[in-house]
């Protein structure tokens, strides 16, 4: 590719066209991504600015006794990226959410991007429609690199993707999931679409498709309630994951 194409197609990465929305559901709420089938969880490990940029899950078995539980989707939304991005990562989904403020429900949806990294499998592919509680995959290890947990980030700036590194790692950038989950509890409401941007990621390697599909009906099986020790508890930390600081389980 000539440099000049290479530049074209770079400055064509910032800007959106008509097809690079999606019609997508708007979340009705959010809520941790572990614990809809009735095991117990806890976070252990929190948000740090230019550090840790997400919070980890782990089941409280200890271990890798979490290994294969299902992640759900944290709220309704769209999949910008599932796919195994290896590195520290492994298998990484993220999910895109249109929401609005309590009382502000004339503004313009707001966006947020929602990541499940180091899983197990990924059930769901780029373009899908999903639901909150839709399991999207489950835990996993990368490849044994880690104990098995849930690597899980909000990002208010839906052009970050896998390019962690050409953004502020903080909270100009990122949510604090425990902090927004609990600010944006569930409520009810009819089925309310926002037209989201999609495609936004540099260099996205492919482009994403949107699909028109409807919100997929609930599960069959009733989600039971999830117990409530598997919400916000705090728990000893363990440096599992990742880059900066990564230490391999010995
Ligand atoms: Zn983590």
């Known amino acids: 590719m000539s440099r000049l194409l290479l530049l074209a197609s770079f400055l064509c990465a910032a800007c959106l066209h008509a097809e690079d929305f999606a019609q997508v559901p708007m979340a009705d709420g959010f809520v941790v991504p572990v614990g809809q089938n009735g095991k117990e969880y806890y976070r252990s490990r929190g948000l740090r600015a230019n550090g840790h940029l997400g919070e980890d899950w782990n089941g409280v078995g200890g271990g890798d006794t ?3 539980d299902a992640v759900y989707s944290t709220a ?6 599932a796919r195994d991005f290896r590195m520290g990562w492994g298998n990484v989904v993220i999910i895109r959410h249109a929401y609005q403020e309590k009382g502000r429900e004339k503004d313009a949806p707001l966006f947020v991007d929602s990541l499940y990294g180091h899983l197990l499998n990924i059930a ?6 999903v639901r909150r509680d839709q399991r999207i995959g489950s835990i996993g290890n990368n490849r044994g690199m880690y104990e098995a947990h849930l690597h899980f980030e909000m ?3 839906i052009r970050v993707g896998m390019f962690r590194n050409n953004f502020p790692q903080d909270s100009s950038v990122y949510h604090d999931p425990s902090v927004f989950i609990s600010e944006h509890p569930q409520f009810s409401a009819k089925a309310r679409f926002a037209k989201v941007p999609i495609n936004t990621f540099p260099t ?8 028109a599909s409807p919100l997929p009906p609930p599960p069959s099986e009733p989600t039971p309630l999830r117990p409530p020790s598997s919400t916000l508890r705090g728990g000893v930390s363990f440096r599992v994951d990742r880059f900066s600081d990564l230490r391999l389980r010995e």
């Open 124 to 129: 769901v592919k780029e373009g899908d429609i």
């Open 204 to 211: 996205q390697t492919t482009t994403l498709v949107a699909k």
């Open 155 to 157: 990002r208010k700036d």
């Open 66 to 68: 979490d290994l294969g």
């Open 76 to 81: 309704h939304g769209i999949v910008v990226f």
